[in-house]
């Protein structure tokens, strides 16, 4: 079983519709989730992150996690062509330093059409 | 705040010849670094971590030899990827450590060992 397991989509949906992102983690100790957009050839930009179970609110991103459950999703409201791109999930694997160690599940692609 | 550098952005080099790629902390002291790496179409792994003046941990599977680690300052790190050969060619992500950061990436550095 992966540390963290993604949809490898691609996901694809209409200009103005809500995208749902999945991850799943095996940790039960991991305690930070953090989401990343990366677009092709580029290197990975930060979304956002969540520690605790509910949900968090940035704009049109929505990070929702459940402990229990071990599941981390992110809502992107009202997508744009420009939200296509490959969403990475990371969850921390211990600390080091005092950082985050983070494991990345392999992306979810994003396709948002007009 | 977080600003990260980090060069080169791509470097094509022989079979056989060594390659640094610098990574600097340009506002902040990154008391710890990590190091990932990304084959196409895969998700970021875990190279290794450095705490500033410390030597280099390394992930399972990563060679400590081949990969070497330098972190001797709070805005400097170096990875030397030692005696290239083409199935190293990838690539190369920092992510500088410091107090009140968070998980941002340096631009990558693209590897292609011919």
């Known amino acids: 079983q992966k540390e963290v397991e993604q949809n490898s989509g691609p996901l694809s949906v209409p200009e103005g519709a809500i995208a749902s992102l999945n991850c799943t983690y095996s940790?039960?100790?991991?305690?930070?989730f953090f989401w990343y957009r990366q677009y092709s050839g580029k290197s990975p930009e930060l979304i956002m992150f969540?520690?605790?179970?509910g949900d968090k609110e940035d704009g049109r991103f929505t990070a929702q996690l459940n402990k229990a459950s071990q599941y981390v999703s992110l809502l992107i409201r009202d997508s744009q062509p420009s939200d296509s791109a490959t969403y990475l999930c990371?969850?921390?694997?211990?600390?080091?330093?005092?950082?985050?160690?983070?494991?990345f599940g392999a992306g979810t692609r994003l396709a948002v059409h007009p | 705040g977080a600003v990260v550098s980090q060069h080169p952005s791509w470097v094509i080099c022989k079979s056989g010849t060594s390659v640094k790629i610098e990574c600097r902390s340009l506002?902040?002291?990154?008391?710890?670094m990590f190091w990932y790496r990304q084959f196409p179409k895969q998700s970021l792994m875990l190279m290794a971590t450095?705490?500033?003046?410390?030597?280099?941990?390394?992930e399972q599977g990563v060679e400590k030899d081949k990969f070497l680690i330098n972190h001797a300052s709070l805005t400097l790190s170096t990875l030397t990827v030692t005696s290239a050969h083409p199935e190293d060619s990838s690539f190369y992500i920092c992510?500088?450590?410091?107090?009140?950061?968070?998980?941002?990436f340096g631009q990558g550095t693209r590897l292609t060992v011919v």
């Open positions: 450095s705490n500033e003046g410390s030597k280099a941990t390394y």
């Open positions: 506002d902040f002291q990154a008391t710890t």
């Open positions: 940790d039960r100790g991991s305690q930070s």
């Open positions: 969540i520690y605790s179970n």
């Open positions: 990371a969850v921390n694997r211990g600390i080091v330093g005092g950082y985050n160690k983070l494991i």
């Open positions: 992510t500088p450590r410091g107090p009140g950061t968070e998980a941002f």
